[in-house]
Antibody
Framework: EVQLVESGGGLVQPGRSMKLSCAAS????????MAWVCQAPKKGLEWVAT????????YYRDSVKGRFTISRDNAKSTLYLQMDSLRSEDTATYYC??????????????WGQGTLVTVSS | VQMTQSPSYLAASPGESVSISCKAS??????LAWYQEKPGKANKLLIH???TLQSGTPSRFSGSGSGTDFTLTIRSLESEDFAVYYC??????????FGSGTKLEIK
């Protein structure tokens, strides 16, 4: 059974940093492109970033480019999102999601249940 | 590519059929997926490639359309279908983009 379990969320002050993790199990992690998707309170889904199966390629939405870094450790089957210079508008639940397979930045076949990040002083 | 989803809210009774529309700001071929969101559960992929049911998706769900206009139809609604539904395009990225969601509630 595919499982994606996010952790690392919480309350953080504006301008500070936070690192999210996503532990993956039930599939061969290094065969799949992975992503982070967020959802602000009472809002819709918004794609944040995608990383290729081997970490060689990354893609970001404009609003997080230069502030967020997606990375992965295939030996640990873990996906990360380093979030720097956080802003109040980054407040959201962050979901880890798996793309269809490697070389496919398309739909999200599986999702985690999310971790809430609140940016507030 | 901007995705415009409608309606944002829909009320129906079990046994009825409903349709949700998703319109792209430019042609996305059939590169569209539909998801179901329920409280306390991980989001679930229902349909990809515009009309291909993901394994495990009940046959009462169907997707249609190509180009800019797409529709998710649910026939003979069951209690477990009351949820929020999102469309997502993957024809052009970055960014991958979602519709704004449709909340389907019991009438």
């Amino acid at each position: 059974e595919v499982q994606l379990v996010e952790s690392g969320g919480g309350l953080v002050q504006p301008g500070r940093s936070m690192k999210l993790s996503c532990a993956a199990s039930g599939f061969t992690f290094n065969n799949y492109d992975m992503a982070w998707v967020c959802q602000a309170p009472k809002k819709g889904l918004e794609w944040v970033a995608t990383i290729s199966y081997d970490g060689s390629s990354t893609y970001y939405r404009d609003s997080v480019k230069g502030r967020f870094t997606i990375s992965r450790d295939n030996a640990k089957s873990t996906l990360y999102l380093q979030m720097d210079s956080l802003r109040s508008e980054d407040t959201a639940t962050y979901y880890c999601a798996r793309h269809r397979r490697m070389y496919t930045t398309d739909w999200f076949a599986y999702w985690g249940q999310g971790t809430l990040v609140t940016v507030s002083s | 590519v901007q995705m415009t989803q409608s309606p944002s809210y829909l009320a129906a009774s079990p046994g009825e059929s409903v349709s949700i529309s998703c319109k792209a700001s430019k042609s996305i071929s059939n590169n569209l997926a539909w998801y179901q969101e329920k409280p306390g559960k991980a989001n679930k992929l229902l349909i990809h490639s515009g009309s291909t049911l993901q394994s495990g998706t009940p046959s009462r769900f169907s997707g249609s359309g190509s180009g800019t206009d797409f529709t998710l139809t649910i026939r003979s609604l069951e209690s477990e279908d009351f949820a929020v539904y999102y469309c997502q395009q993957y024809n052009e990225y970055p960014p991958l983009t979602f519709g704004s969601g449709t909340k389907l509630e019991i009438k």
